[in-house]
């Protein structure tokens, strides 16, 4: 059975080819080798999306990526490196409202605060075609998740959060991450985001593309 397809924006704008460029955090890209902190990620994002003319800027999607090497919470061991990203990111600035993807149940919220972890974050259930599913939206402003009670409903498109700074999003310059997952086992407000290299598979099957399910898979 196909895996279903959001009913509603994420944002109160269009992503598209004209408005952004696809971000590579990748590996392969040489230009990393001078970004060492969050400073230097979101003056190399600034300066990318000025060049291009962009104003948003994406990607992400199952990268081996190597910006989480300055961060204990990713890398206790060469042998634990977690390296594989699960999520789509979508770089836009503090403050930007989201949007519920789909009709949706509240299912977790939480506060993950360690070093380069996802800050405020908020995971939906949703139920579509038969299926259910969560979303799980990470690097949220604290007010995000006040006031919140599990089991509360949002309709597709409505305000629900908005992105964090980079004081309250887990040190990261603002952008959201948004991960699709299939089976949330015991998780509650949390989900691993960035995988070692040999769990990739799995999680892979059980966090699909989040393109194709945002209809921007096309960018």
Not at 64 to 85: P, T
Not at 105 to 120: I, R, W
Not at 141 to 166: C, D, M, P, R, V
Request: charged content about 20%; some cysteine; proline content about 5%.
């Amino acid at each position: 059975m196909p895996f279903p397809l959001a009913t509603a924006p994420l944002f109160n704008f269009d992503i598209t080819a004209d408005n952004s460029l696809v971000l590579d955090l990748s590996a392969q890209n040489i230009a990393l080798e001078s970004v060492h902190s969050s400073a230097t990620l979101a003056d190399y994002i600034e300066q990318l999306l000025e060049e291009k003319g962009k104003s948003y800027a994406i990607g992400g999607y199952a990268e081996k990526r190597v910006v989480y090497q300055r961060f204990s919470h990713f890398n206790a061991s060469a042998e634990s490196e977690r390296n594989i990203h699960l999520g789509l990111d979508i770089w836009a600035p503090a403050l930007t409202a989201i949007y519920a993807p789909a009709n949706a149940v509240l299912h977790s919220f939480a506060y993950n605060d360690n070093a380069g972890d996802y800050g405020a974050t908020i995971i939906l259930t949703h139920q579509e075609a038969g299926q259910n599913y969560h979303t799980l939206h990470g690097h949220l402003s604290l007010k995000s998740i006040e006031n919140l009670s599990i089991g509360q409903t949002f309709s597709a498109g409505e305000h629900f959060a908005e992105l964090g700074a980079e004081a309250e999003n887990g040190g990261w310059p603002p952008h959201l991450h948004f991960q699709l997952i299939k089976d949330l086992g015991a998780y509650k407000g949390d989900y691993p985001g960035v995988v070692k290299e040999s769990e990739k598979d799995f999680y892979l099957r059980n966090c699909p593309d989040p393109n194709v399910y945002l209809g921007i898979a096309e960018i």
